[in-house]
C-alpha cells in the first residue's frame, strides 16, 4: 500500500470522498475463545466488508489456545493466507492481553531475572525540623 498523499484541496476533497484502501482504519481485532477456523474466516470477511483494510491481531484473556503455540501459530497462518488473498495489512500485536513487553509471561517463564524491576520510595516527616542538616 501506497499512500497518495494530496497535493492540493481538491484532491483532498476527493481522497475523503472515496478514500484509498490505504487509508484504512486499523482497528485491534480480539482473538479469544476457541479460535474456530470458519468463525475465524467469517469475521475476517465481515471486517473486509465493512471498508477495513488492514488491522491488528491482538490476542486476549480468555484465549483456549496456549499462546504462541503451534496451534496458535497455525490461527494465525489461517488468518494471514486470507489477509493476503483480500490484499489487507495485518500487524500482529506480540502480547496476550497488556501490558506489552511480556509475551503473556513467556519472557519470565524461562529466567525470572527478566521480570520487571522498579524503585520505590517512601516519605518521612521529621518532627524537629532544626535537627535536619543541608
Do not use: C, T
Amino acid at each position: 500500500m501506497n499512500k497518495k498523499v494530496p497535493q492540493n484541496i481538491k484532491e483532498l476533497k476527493e481522497i475523503l470522498k472515496n478514500p484509498p484502501d490505504d487509508y484504512s482504519v486499523a482497528p485491534f481485532w480480539f482473538l479469544n475463545g476457541d479460535l474456530n477456523d470458519k468463525e475465524l474466516l467469517r469475521q475476517l470477511k465481515e471486517i473486509y466488508s465493512k471498508g477495513i483494510r488492514e488491522f491488528f491481531i491482538h490476542p486476549r484473556f480468555g484465549l483456549n489456545i496456549p499462546y504462541l503455540s503451534n496451534e496458535w501459530h497455525k490461527k494465525v497462518d489461517i488468518i494471514l493466507k486470507k489477509a493476503r488473498e483480500l490484499n489487507m495489512k495485518v500487524w500482529i500485536y506480540d502480547e496476550l492481553d497488556w501490558p506489552s513487553g511480556y509475551a503473556g509471561g513467556k519472557v519470565i517463564e524461562s529466567n525470572n531475572d527478566f521480570s520487571i524491576k522498579n524503585l520505590s520510595f517512601f516519605y518521612k516527616k521529621y518532627q524537629d525540623q532544626k535537627k535536619l542538616r543541608y
